[in-house]
């Protein structure tokens, strides 16, 4: 059974600071999304991670996997209040044609000025 | 745009009441999800459909079931309502891995119904 951690579960951070959000998970998947949600909203797709080495970056915020290491991360490089929302790590694994996935439990991220 | 849209935002329901959630997405998707979020759970996925009339069971399918008589829509049904379905519902819609060139099977997410079961 495919098992996706997420740490830290709650982050508070200034702005301008750097961190990190790791997603580790179980068995071998070579597909990773990283989603964002607001308060009161619905997941917003931020990254597609396809492939062993990939690394994606949209501003403040940089995606890696890797693969042999069953690990993702989510850089945040001089946060910024507007940064704040839950992040979702989903690990794929195929079922038939559809890709099932499997979330962690999320981090909250809370930017402070 | 893809859009995927649920049939309610809120809605509140008596145990034992038979309780439908529509799904309606406009991008021609094949693959369709339920899931629940619950606090500190994440998201966890009931059914899934990767066809019209063909559905798979999710990771926590007991309470419900599903129907997908069109491509567009998918039904996410509450046979008996009980108090520990009370949850946020998500729909999501996909296209096969693959499909469409340089097309991905990310997942979009419709807004969410928030049921309660009294």
């Known amino acids: 059974e495919l098992k996706v951690e997420q740490n830290p579960l709650f982050l508070s951070m200034q702005e301008g600071k750097n961190y990190t959000i790791y997603c580790n998970y179980s068995t071998t998947s070579d597909r990773l999304y990283w989603y964002r949600q607001d308060p009161g909203k619905s997941l917003e797709s931020l990254f597609v991670l396809l492939s062993n080495g990939a690394v994606k970056q949209e501003g403040r915020l940089m995606a890696s996997l890797d693969t042999k290491a069953r690990l993702s991360t989510l850089h945040i490089t001089a946060a910024v209040h507007d940064l704040s929302a839950t992040y979702f790590c989903a690990v794929a694994s195929l079922a038939g044609t559809a890709s099932k996935l499997t979330f962690g439990t999320g981090t909250r991220l809370q930017v402070t000025l | 745009d893809v859009k995927v849209t649920q049939s309610s935002r809120y809605l509140v329901k008596r145990t034992g009441e038979k309780v439908f959630l529509e799904c309606v997405q406009d991008?021609?998707?094949?693959?369709m999800f339920w899931y629940r979020q619950d606090p500190g759970l994440g998201l966890r996925l009931i059914y899934f459909?990767?066809?019209?009339?063909?559905?798979e069971k999710g990771d926590i399918p007991e309470g419900y079931s599903v129907s997908r008589e069109k491509k567009e829509r998918f039904s996410l049904i509450l046979e008996s309502a009980s108090t520990n379905q009370t949850s946020m519902y998500l729909c999501?819609?996909?296209?096969?891995?693959?499909?469409?060139?340089?097309?991905?099977?990310?997942?979009?997410f419709g807004p969410g119904t928030r049921l309660t079961v009294l």
């Open positions: 991008m021609d998707h094949e693959n």
């Open positions: 999501a819609s996909s296209l096969i891995p693959g499909q469409r060139a340089t097309s991905t099977d990310t997942q979009y």
């Open positions: 459909s990767y066809d019209v009339k063909m559905k």
